[in-house]
């Protein structure tokens, strides 16, 4: 059974350009989370997506945005990139929504900003 | 906002040694999880804790939920070379109309390091 995929797994983008990225969940699986991890914060939720609905949402800026298609797919869209925003970016998926339920994580997206 | 402080953030043993990683918070969460991360992956679910008191075995790990469902704890017997990794507890918030409500809240980790 194939895991979550994240792709690209590597970027490098510039201040003030825009970013997207992309996750596959599990077969089945219909809730995707999206996490940012950096050494400083660690692991911080960006937000929740299930059936196409955004269930939750962290505490970042409106340049962070998703969405989720009917196929449960997801992506993940930073505008306006800064420097902080380098991080690693973490899609996690589940079979239904909640925190609760057990996350299952991909390899991530290495975002490097210039 | 619910804080997870994770103890310690660095750990290096050696093989067969013992380890505790402690995992606290001034809040309540509805369940806990620890997951495990290596280098270039993404963490894996090592075991959810629910239950106030509750204590789960995997193989050499030992998981504990606190009584008040506010910390946990993660014990590792005759640590490996293997078990080496990023060590993350993770608590779904409790506070029904909170920010935190339903949110997955990460400790900073524990890098633990074993030497063979």
């Known amino acids: 059974k194939a895991g979550v995929t994240q792709t690209p797994r590597y970027l490098i983008k510039t201040r003030g350009q825009q970013v997207t990225l992309s996750c596959s969940p599990i077969?089945?699986?219909?809730?995707v989370s999206w996490y940012q991890q950096t050494p400083g914060q660690g692991l911080q939720f960006l937000f929740e997506?299930?059936?196409?609905?955004?269930?939750n949402k962290g505490n970042f800026p409106g340049r962070f945005s998703g969405r989720q298609f009917s196929n449960s797919r997801s992506e993940m869209n930073v505008s306006t990139l800064e420097l902080g925003d380098s991080a690693l970016y973490l899609c996690?998926?589940?079979?239904?929504?909640?925190?609760?339920?057990?996350?299952?994580f991909g390899d991530g997206t290495r975002l490097s900003i210039l | 906002t619910q804080l997870l402080e994770q103890s310690p953030q660095f750990l290096s043993i050696q093989e067969g040694e013992n380890l505790t990683v402690y995992c606290n918070s001034s809040?309540?969460?509805?369940?806990l999880q620890w997951y495990r991360q290596e280098p270039g992956e993404g963490p894996v679910l090592l075991v959810t804790?629910?239950?106030?008191?509750e204590v789960k075995k995997l193989k050499r790990l030992t998981f504990q939920f606190g009584d008040a469902r506010k910390d946990s704890s993660l014990h590792i017997t005759a640590a490996q070379p293997g078990d080496t990794g990023l060590y993350l507890c993770?608590?779904?918030?409790?506070?029904?109309?909170?920010?935190?409500?339903?949110?997955?809240?990460f400790g900073q980790g524990t890098i633990l390091t074993v030497h063979p």
């Open positions: 077969s089945g699986h219909r809730s």
């Open positions: 804790v629910v239950t106030g008191g």
């Open positions: 996690a998926s589940s079979l239904v929504a909640g925190s609760n339920q057990p996350q299952h």
């Open positions: 993770a608590g779904v918030g409790d506070n029904a109309g909170g920010t935190s409500y339903g949110k997955l809240t």
């Open positions: 809040s309540v969460f509805s369940s």
């Open positions: 997506y299930f059936s196409e609905t955004q269930r």
